[in-house]
């Protein structure tokens, strides 16, 4: 029952992602922004979809109905920082790579002490959500799947950023 809890509202916390994503991204487009790594950006909706499917997997294969408290806890202050991430971006808070021409970086919020604080938060995400359920697979797995998703999404961000500069 908790794990059914649980994962539902990860799920509807994606897809609440995705709405807000898709109306910056209406905002973005029609004040002028190009989009960059469309071509890495389907993989990241596979990692992220499979990477659910995986949870599920896992949990129903196990006997174990146990999770952790202490993780759960860690999760949704998680969820605190990916909320002032999402507040601090504003309009430009999205799951794709827009740009604005002549439009400088966002410095205020987590933006003033990290360069990607988004990517700590998935980071952090990826592994943490499968541990609370004590699912190891799916966490060493998608841990190391989005290591290498974001070394490829990060250095496409990366040259954006050094164009701004």
């Given amino acids: ?5 649980f994962i539902s509202f990860v ?3 994606r897809i609440g992602e995705l709405v807000v994503s898709r109306r910056n991204a209406k905002w973005l487009l029609q004040n002028g922004a190009i989009e960059y790594g469309k071509r890495h ?5 596979a990692l992220h979809i499979l990477f659910i499917i995986s949870l599920i997997i896992e949990y129903a294969a196990r006997q174990s109905v146990s999770f952790s408290l202490f993780l759960l806890i860690f999760y949704f202050l998680l969820i605190a ?4 991430v999402v ?3 504003g309009k430009f808070w999205n799951t794709r790579i827009y740009h604005i021409s002549d439009m400088q970086l966002v410095s ?3 933006y003033k002490y990290f360069k990607h604080p988004n990517y700590l938060i998935v980071i ?4 943490v959500i499968p541990m ?3 699912l190891y697979f799916t966490a060493i797995i998608f841990t190391l799947l989005n290591a290498l998703m974001l070394f490829v999404r990060i250095k496409e961000e990366n040259k954006v950023i050094n164009k701004i500069r």
């Fill in 124 to 127: 952090a995400e990826i592994a």
């Fill in 87 to 89: 507040l601090s971006l």
């Fill in 41 to 45: 950006y389907p993989f990241i909706v």
């Fill in 132 to 134: 609370i359920f004590h």
């Fill in 11 to 13: 799920i509807l916390l």
């Fill in 108 to 110: 205020k919020g987590p």
């Fill in 1 to 5: 029952m908790v794990f059914t809890l």
């Fill in 81 to 84: 920082f990916k909320i002032w």
